[in-house]
DNA sequence: CCAATCAATAACCAAACGGTTATGGTTTCA
DNA sequence: TGAAACCATAACCGTTTGGTTATTGATTGG
């Protein structure tokens, strides 16, 4: 799957009830709608704003059942922030390079 | 130096015009308020503003010569957001665990 | 010394944001 | 079959945000 823009990875992560959501999901695996919004703690329609900029982002997938609306949490869709950290988190990056360049001689 | 609270860089980060300010900073190096305003193409105040956000997540440091304010990145501040993608970007976790894990058997 | 430069702050404004309540469309099940 | 459950969307509202111009304080250089 394509990845989306970067800029709606970071726009989206920047809430932290956003952030809270995803963790959520990560955490406990699929959830409805109902749930996230009893974790919440706040109003059903105001989940779904969040889950909405979520899945602009593809951080989570939605799957229809029935009534319910199950989502999951979709973790490489952070890949472009973690490219970005790759490109300007220097101290960060030099360990990363070598890393990567170490892990492709070894498992080609 | 202690980093600022995830939240603080993760606010900061979401700016599209704070990360080219933050990129400029590690590609070109230090630059002072007005260079980096003519860089932005926006007015210098915004700039300074700008430049608050990023001094609160300590994404960048100010020093003072003369009349003039030169800044520089600080990558390392980029921590928090690194750790929590440590916890919660499952899928590039695992290529990062086993990378950290490989360097320190190599480097003790 | 004094005019100009640099950067931070203040005051202001429109737009975006994060929340709310109200509504509507599906789907379930008693 | 009809009431209740689930979720999305609409309409609305106060606050935050990202920008502007105006101002001020400090520093420099002719």
Chains 1, 2 share one sequence.
Do not use: C
């Amino acid at each position: 799957m394509k990845p989306a823009r970067p800029d709606h990875v970071f726009r989206a992560l920047a809430d932290p009830t956003r952030r809270a959501i995803f963790e959520e999901l990560t955490r406990q695996g699929e959830q409805t709608v109902h749930a996230l919004t009893h974790y919440a703690g706040i109003s059903q329609p105001a989940v779904s704003k969040h889950l909405t900029v979520l899945k602009r982002a593809k951080l989570v997938h939605p799957r229809r059942l029935g009534r319910e609306t199950h989502y999951r949490a979709q973790p490489d869709a952070l890949a472009p922030m973690v490219d970005w950290l790759n490109l300007y988190g220097a101290f960060w990056r030099d360990r990363f390079d070598r890393l990567e360049a170490l892990l492709e001689r070894m498992e080609p």
